[in-house]
């Protein structure tokens, strides 16, 4: 008897929550319900989101920077961290009638975080523009929902479809280029070496496929050939026996696409070791002989050739890097590099403006702006928002002082996401894989 | 007595959970909406830990079977019928693969097979990379314009969570939740007693599965997006880390512990670098200091089910003796 009623109520008390609920949902007012979420509407904004009236003040605008400042890639986010402020401090947070501030939210290297984040930086903060975050999943993930609010997004990744199949109007990528299209000159440039046959050893994820994808494209294309694709999964602690399998392979040329991380140092160990470098010549992708990695593993990195983007013992970058030595005790990576450049094209659109532009519109001034002699080179932006500029075929030596860095040996202008192919070819066809490794 | 306080309690909960849309800024009504589909899916776990004593760690990948089957519908162009009915099918293929393989297994052993039927939901997501995206996971999903703003959502998720928590509730009172107990409490004793205990075992673990799977949909509906991280072996030891800061097998124990983990992971995180330290402190001190506790008040509160008020009084009390 008194279960059954028990029962009941409980039944009756559920129902009755339930229908509140839906009644709620039903009946409140479309647009925010605590007045937050639409900041014209806000009689509490300070006036500045007007662009109508001009103000004596200088108009705020806020950055947010998504960097990992936790998780499996956290050396990134301080990199990121220290080439930002960096820049301004040097520059100073007063651009033209703007006056720029910075909300640094850790995205903790994972892709749910930095949606979080990236939420909480639209809505709490109103930011008007973001940096990052860098990992290829939080990126994409990031991107389509900026690119919902209309938010602008200055994308620090390197996968692919930031800029390809996921393009979107309001991310621009100005703090690195996409994972194949910083590999394709090393396939050209392997092939007019006089290499004809190559094999190619890639992490197992998207960016070692779009690392290979970019060398065997061009390769293939120029007329080469490639006879193995060894695959190694991100974690693995020991790469020896890839490269005794590479030590077997009879080929003219050796490409390594490695992530960056412990298992670029264990891949340069592992050939030297087995003396894989003396044997075949070796070209690798631009996070084998980043700075970190040629720090940790010393001198066997003398002499191995990379290609990339970024370099930096070039004299184009040799300021930036001096002061950044004298700052913070190392050589810059590409991530810190990446931050400053985004601050300086950033800086470019801002100073011929005097109200504050849309989402929309300040991807277009920074489209527009005169990039030539930039530290990444003479660069400008393709119609999908991507970075067309030089990329550099490096090779480790030791600096007047000891230090090892990568200087240029041949710089490749003009590189485009597409290489040589037809975008909307390139664009029709699946992104690059295990099972499809060249266009 | 007790009852009025639990029935006041209670209420002063749903009106801060009515209300907080209305009081909060966006972006915490989208933190309690985290917390509330975080919860679903610690309720998920938390039911095997309260009926059957059974510690999953791989419910994580039920959920992204879910999650994916809709993610990837959503990508085919199916309506969203068509993408919950995808969704309902993985979770169902899901969970009887899970109840199947784990359902002869008991203590580190449902433990060690849950964790790998986990790593292998995380490996297809990591690896079938043409339906899954891979490592970039699948970007694009959205949710029923019904729900589409975020306080709308954040009012469905609290109905599925008290929907859910209620369903879970009646079963564990129900003549089938006091038999899972009996196998909880001595298995062989409800062996001779003619009970098949593999097969009960089974139903938990699918019903638990179902339950998983309304947590990876509405999930994915709150991000809009997934990677593999969601069927990742961190996402669901956090399931459980849930169910253990909020007391384990404790009905509204899911509530509190999603709580706890999704505040400092999306809030403290913003203020402190070291927040997985916190977490970490936290987790250590829950399993020394309050795990007694939680115990005997759980193992007390289960054995006299359905207890009259005061008896629960008595309970309370002699846990702090």
């Known amino acids: 008897m008194r279960l059954a009623q028990r029962r009941a109520r409980q039944l009756t008390i559920c129902a009755a929550v339930s229908s509140v609920l839906l009644a709620l949902a039903a009946c409140a007012p479309s647009e925010s319900l605590a007045g937050d979420t639409d900041p014209p509407a806000s009689p509490s904004d300070d006036g500045s989101q007007s662009p109508a009236e001009p103000s004596a003040e200088a108009i705020e605008l806020k950055v947010g920077v998504l960097a990992p400042m936790t998780g499996f890639v956290s050396a990134i986010g301080t990199d990121l961290k220290q080439g930002w402020e960096m820049f301004w401090d040097e520059h100073g947070t007063s651009v033209g009638a703007f006056e720029i501030t910075t909300v640094l939210e850790d995205d903790a290297s994972s892709p749910e975080t930095a949606l979080s984040k990236a939420q909480r930086l639209v809505t709490e903060e109103k930011v008007d523009v973001v940096l990052g975050p860098v990992l290829a999943n939080q990126a994409l993930a990031v991107a389509d929902y900026l690119a919902r609010q209309e938010v602008p997004n200055l994308s620090m990744s390197s996968a692919d479809d930031v800029t390809q199949r996921n393009f979107s109007p309001f991310v621009l990528r100005t703090g690195a280029m996409a994972g194949s299209q910083m590999t394709f000159p090393g ?62 392979a009879d080929v003219d040329v050796i490409f390594a696409g490695t992530a960056g991380g ?3 140092s264990n891949f340069l160990r592992s050939a030297a070791d087995f003396g894989l470098l003396d044997k075949t010549p070796v070209l690798s992708n631009c996070c084998t002989l980043d700075q970190a990695i040629i720090q940790d593993v010393g001198d066997i990195s003398l002499g191995v050739k990379s290609v990339s983007f970024y370099t930096e013992g070039a004299d184009r970058v040799a300021d930036f890097v001096a002061k950044f030595e004298e700052r913070y005790g190392v050589i810059p990576s590409l991530y810190a590099i990446g931050a400053y450049v985004s601050g300086q094209m950033l800086v470019a659109a801002l100073e011929d403006l005097d109200a504050k532009p849309s989402g929309e519109d300040l991807v277009a001034a920074m489209k527009g702006a005169d990039l030539s002699g930039s530290l990444w080179g003479d660069v400008s932006f393709d119609e999908y928002n991507n970075l067309v500029g030089p990329v550099a075929i490096r090779e480790v030596v030791a600096r007047e002082d000891g230090k090892l860095w990568n200087v240029v040996i041949e710089e490749i202008p003009d590189v485009s996401q597409f290489w040589t192919f037809d975008p909307a070819e390139f664009l029709d066809s699946p992104p690059f894989s295990t099972t499809r490794t060249g266009q | 007595m007790t009852r009025t306080r639990r029935f006041a309690t209670l209420g002063a909960l749903g009106a801060v959970a009515v209300a907080l849309p209305y009081v909060a800024p966006s972006y915490y009504v989208s933190v309690a909406t985290l917390v509330l589909a975080s919860a679903v899916l610690a309720v998920a776990v938390n039911m095997l830990v309260g009926e059957v004593e059974l510690f999953s760690l791989g419910h994580a990948g039920i959920a992204a079977a879910a999650a994916y089957g809709l993610a990837w519908a ?23 693969v899970y109840a199947l393989i784990s359902m002869r297994t008991t203590g580190v052993f449902f433990l060690m097979v849950t964790l790998a039927a986990g790593m292998v939901c995380f490996g297809m997501a990591y690896r079938w990379s043409s339906v899954t995206g891979g490592d970039n996971g699948i970007t694009g999903i959205r949710r029923p314009e019904l729900f589409g703003e975020y306080w709308q959502f954040y009012f469905f998720v609290l109905l599925v969570f008290l929907v859910v928590t209620f369903a879970v509730h009646r079963l564990s009172v129900s003549p089938l939740g006091l038999t899972l107990r009996g196998v909880r409490d001595s298995q ?29 949909v509405v999930l994915v509906w709150h991000h809009e997006f997934i990677s593999p991280a969601f069927a990742g072996f961190q996402a669901s030891a956090l399931a459980l880390v849930m169910v253990v800061l909020g ?75």
């Not at chain 1, 004809?196 to 293939?220: I, K, N, P, Q």
């Not at chain 2, 098949?196 to 599965?209: D, E, I, P, Q």
């Not at chain 2, 384990?248 to 913003?270: D, E, N």
Request: glycine content about 14%; some cysteine.
């Open chain 2, 74 to 96: 959503s990508g085919q162009g199916f309506d969203h019928g068509g993408q919950l009915g995808v969704a309902a099918l993985m979770t169902l293929l899901a969970s009887l």
């Open chain 1, 187 to 248: 396939g050209q440039w392997a092939y007019e070496e006089g290499y004809r046959t190559a094999a190619t050893l890639c992490v197992d994820y998207a960016f070692g496929w779009e690392s290979c994808g970019g060398f065997v494209s061009a390769f293939v294309d120029a007329g080469g050939e490639v006879t193995q694709q060894l695959w190694y999964p991100g974690d693995a602690s020991d790469l020896s026996t890839y490269v005794t399998q590479l030590l077997n």
């Open chain 1, 262 to 264: 412990t298992d670029s």
């Open chain 2, 188 to 216: 062989t004793r409800m062996q001779s007693l003619g009970y098949r205990v593999a097969g009960l075992k089974f139903l938990a673990v699918l019903m638990s599965g179902v339950v998983a799977g309304v947590a990876g």
């Open chain 2, 247 to 321: 007391g384990a097998g404790r009905l509204y124990g899911p509530l509190v512990g999603a709580a706890l983990v999704v505040l400092i992971q999306q809030v403290l995180s913003t203020y402190v670098e070291r927040w997985p330290t916190v977490l970490g402190v936290l987790f250590v001190l829950a399993v020394i200091v309050v795990q007694r506790g939680y115990h005997e008040r759980v193992r007390e509160a289960l054995r006299r089910r359905r207890p009259t008020a005061p008896r629960q009084v008595q309970v309370s009390t002699s846990t702090e003796g």
